[in-house]
């Protein structure tokens, strides 16, 4: 049986940009969490990150090395999506106004090495802030769903959420897509195109093989078809979960337009195909 029993530091700040829903690259919200994580590694407060994007694809760094990636992309900006590499695990995804996105930013522990840890905060997070709309969100690897792994959040066996993270030298990014609204099996299409474009030629096993009917949105699942309902559960169950604080909470530091698109241009430097 699986420990309840979960918190979050006390002095954990909130930072909602869901109902800010701009055009901006994609990777504009990836700086964002590089930045935000050092300055928690540097002795900052934590973060809830909440975003969304109008039309986006992110991949992972496995796709980017597909051998067709450059092609693939140029698909999908042809659709008016914008498209990136980001920097944290996980494959390919695809993000619109109905999902939200949520990054934890959290201190490192010393010697903290066990990822699942912070997984299994997001997971539970997750749970409980739709604990009065489902008590059926489960924990594993659905088969054929888009960026597959131990930690995808399912209802009757469709996938709604996935989660990756990002580790630096002090902090860690933990990164969660919650599909709230549309037509899961319509995302995992586009995701399939991606990749019968991206990975002609590729060797079997080198990319996923997304199925129908594996995905799905809350809405399609429980019947949640508003995202600030969604955003607001999240919030007050932060809320609910931050333990005591040694300090106080103290305004949020955001980062500045300068170091945002520096960051923005190194990430597109180091990840950026075609």
């Not at 699986?2 to 918190?7: R, T």
């Not at 991949?59 to 990636?69: E, I, K, N, V």
């Not at 597959?148 to 969660?176: E, N």
Request: net charge negative.
């Amino acid at each position: 049986m699986e420990a309840e029993s979960w918190s979050l530091p006390g002095n954990m700040l909130i930072w909602d940009r869901t109902q800010s829903v701009g055009h901006d690259e994609v990777l504009v919200p990836f700086a964002l969490d590089e930045l935000l994580c050092r300055q928690t590694g540097a002795g900052g407060m934590p973060i809830v990150h909440l975003w969304r994007h109008p039309c986006a694809f992110v991949m992972g760094l496995r796709d980017s090395r597909l051998p067709h990636a450059a092609e693939a992309k140029r698909w999908l900006e042809a659709q008016g999506c914008s498209v990136a590499v980001r920097n944290s695990g996980g494959s390919a995804v695809p993000l619109d106004s109905g999902v939200v996105n949520i990054s934890l930013v959290l201190p490192k522990a010393q010697g903290q090495i066990d990822f699942r840890q912070d997984f299994e905060t997001m997971y539970r997070l997750i749970k409980e802030a739709l604990r009065t709309l489902s008590p059926d969100v489960e924990k594993g690897e659905i088969t054929g769903s888009y960026c597959p792994g131990d930690y995808d959040l399912s209802i009757g066996g469709r996938k709604f959420c996935g989660i990756a993270q990002r580790r630096q030298a002090h902090a860690i990014v933990v990164q969660a897509f919650v599909v709230v609204r549309g037509d899961g099996d319509g995302k995992a299409a586009l995701v399939r195109e991606f990749y019968r474009i991206a990975a002609a030629g590729a060797a079997a096993g080198s990319f996923p093989e997304v199925e129908e009917r594996s995905m799905a949105s809350l809405e399609e699942l429980i019947g949640l078809a508003d995202e600030q309902r969604f955003v607001s559960s999240v919030k007050q169950t932060v809320r609910a979960h931050k333990l005591p604080a040694a300090v106080q909470d103290g305004p949020l530091q955001l980062p500045e337009e300068r170091q945002i698109a520096e960051t923005v241009a190194i990430l597109k430097a180091r990840y950026g195909i075609g």
